[in-house]
Structure formats: C-alpha cells, structure tokens
C-alpha cells in the first residue's frame, strides 16, 4: 500500500512540471468589461402609448457615458517578436439584460438593429514587432480609429454623439464598425498607419458592395492629429440570382481631427464629410454587408462638425463642454434637408481608478423635430450615473 502511495506521488511530482509547461504555453485571456447605469429626464419626449403628446420623461438610463459591454481578449506569444491575439466583445443593455451588441445605427438608447452576440468586437490578428499587425473579423473602422481620440466628449455614449466624426454609410447607418474586414496597422515611432478591406460577398463582382480605407495618426507629446479616407460600394440585387448584382453607386467619406494638451486642458476638434449615393429602401442587396436606408435617400452630403474642451479641476473631477453640428445637403436641389445642433456639458468624479459619477446636461436643436412624434425643435435633457470598468 505504502508502495502504490509513493508511486503514485512520484508520477505526480514527475508529470507537475509537464503540467505548468502545457499551462504557460496557452494563450492569456483577459475578461474586462464596463456597467454603466443612471436616470435620465428629457423634454420633448414625444407621445405617450395613447398618441398623446408628452413632455417631460424620466427613466433609467443604460450607457450614458459608456456603453455597457463584456469582453474576451487574449494573445500568445510565438517567439521572434510574433504575436497571435484575438477580441471577442458583446453589449447589453443595463435595464434588461438583453443583448445590444452594436451602435452602427443612429437611434441610440435604444436596442441595436444588430442581434449579434458578439457584435462590437469579433476577430483575430497576427502582429510582428517589425511588420506591424493584421485583424480578420468584425472589427472598428479605420474611420473609428482615426478620429475616435479626438471625440470632444470623451467618447461619450449618449445620443450617439461618439459616432458623429465617423461618418455615414448611408442616412440610417454610422460607419464605426465593419464586418469581415482585413485591416492592417503599422506604427513607426510617433506615426501610425491605417488600412483595411471589406469583401461585398458578390457573386461574380469583387467591387460591389466592398469598401477600401486608409488612414493615418500622428502623436507628439503635447498634440495629436488623425484623418481617414473611405470609400463605400453599395450593392444592388437586380434580380433573384446573387450573380446578377450590379452596384448603386459608392459613399464617400472623409475625416480629420485633433487635439492640443497643456496644463490641465486638452482642446478637441474634429470634422466628417460624408457623400452619399442615391438609394431607395430595400434596393439594397441582402447578402451585403450594409443595411438598407431607413427611408429613400436622395443623392447628398452630410457634413459634421465638432468642437470641445476638458478642464481637470482636481486630480479627481473632470469638467467638459463639447459643440457638434450635422448638416445634410441634397446634391440636386441644393437645398438644406437637416440641421441638427448639440450642446455637451459633463462633469465625472473618479471614486477610484475603475469607478466614476458623472452628470451631464445636453441640448438639441433639429429642424425636422428632435423625437418621433414629436416636431419640437429642441430637447433639453439631464443624466446622472455611475460607472464600473473592470
């Protein structure tokens, strides 16, 4: 008995080392994430289940100063300076539960039209020390990543504002995030690199329904400036076979931003020009990536422009002002289609290195209404809340 027992605990010390070696050969995983919760009051809400017009609305908030999200992220290291990683990361929403994967649509606050799990973040890279890195999957924009640290809010989550400065696909779709697309990322001291492609899965068509971007990053120790071009083909089913593709034309964006630090200022800018190509609703081929416009869309721009400043007060409460104005032009008429303008004040008080408070008031003006059901041209709202990183 005692002879079994010692050679049990031999075999076991001889195998423990084999065992730590299998364990630090495995990739490193992180779990990491962010809660956001509040209240929000508003005006000029719109109407009530019975069709009556409302003014005043309060209600718990999800996200407002960041998107509450789960995430995966992991890397191994292949030797050589050679490295595998990969991003999976899915939201959801504070007040229910449900999964809200994605922010690419303009109605913010709401759920996502993407049902996706693992919606905001879904893909796998190589990375050399010397060549740079490569990411296959779902992905940010180069778009996104040119400009997102030029946001004058600090990337702040509600009414979509984070996603203004990266363009538009279309009327109904923000370009911050892109399925099955290869991007490339090379850095070079102070300068990075940008580039990425995104297939159209066209029968027959390499071009349709693809989209192609480059972009470009510089840091110095008291400025920073990004700027992308991106250009967007729209495919268009002309019949019920994928071959018979043809295209509806292609969205064309362009942004730049930058910021400007000293002392205990940072002053943002940033601005967004979108081409949009004419399209009608459902004209758009199922099998692509982009989704339909929400309604007929009319050859025509969408100019954005974005301003602000943070002042830290303390070493723990910061103090922000942000201004942005969209601006829709119709290519044939000339004339102006939307206005929309938003005021940013936001105040956040660090308890710890992971948790803030936070309170901002916002304002909007739009000249087509600024809620459905509702044609009043400005809102005015108020959101405080709390927010976890881990």
Known sequence: MKKSLISVAVMSLMASPLVIKSVQAQ??????????????VQNHAGKDQLGNSKDYQLSANSGGLSAPHLGFKGEENLGGGNKTFFKLETG??????????????????????????????????????????????????????????????????????IHYLSGYRDLKNNHNRSDGTIKYQYQLNRVTFLASYQSGSQVGSVKHGSSTAVGLKY????????????????????????????????????????????????????????????????????????????????????????????????PRMDLGIAHYTKLHHDHKSRHLVDKDKSLVLTSVYKLSKQTDVYGFLDQHRNSNGVANGNRQRSQYGVTAGLRHKF
Not at 27 to 40: E, H, K, L, Q
Not at 116 to 130: D, K, P, T
């Open 27 to 40: 990739s490193n995983v992180t779990i990491y994430g962010t809660v956001d919760a509040g209240m929000r």
């Open 92 to 161: 959801f929403d504070m007040n229910t539960g449900d999964n809200n994967s994605s922010s690419d649509t303009s109605v913010h606050g709401k759920k996502s039209d993407n049902k996706s799990f693992f919606g905001r973040q879904a893909h796998l890279g190589i990375s050399n020390q010397s060549l740079g890195q490569l990411t296959l999957g779902r992905q940010n924009t180069v778009g996104y990543d040119a400009i997102k640290d030029f946001d004058p809010t600090n990337n702040l989550n509600q009414k979509g504002l």
């Open 219 to 314: 840091r110095d120790a008291n400025w920073s400036v990004g700027g992308s071009f991106t250009e967007i083909d729209i495919a268009k089913s002309a019949g019920t076979a994928a071959k018979s593709s043809q295209s509806l034309g292609s969205t064309k964006i362009i942004n730049i931003g930058g910021e400007y630090r000293f002392h205990r200022w940072t002053l943002k800018t940033g601005m967004s020009h979108s081409k949009l190509p004419a399209m009608q609703r459902g004209s758009i081929s199922q099998s692509s990536h982009h989704a339909s416009p929400e309604r007929d869309q009319l050859a025509s721009d969408v100019f954005v422009s974005a301003w602000g400043m943070q002042y830290q007060l303390s």
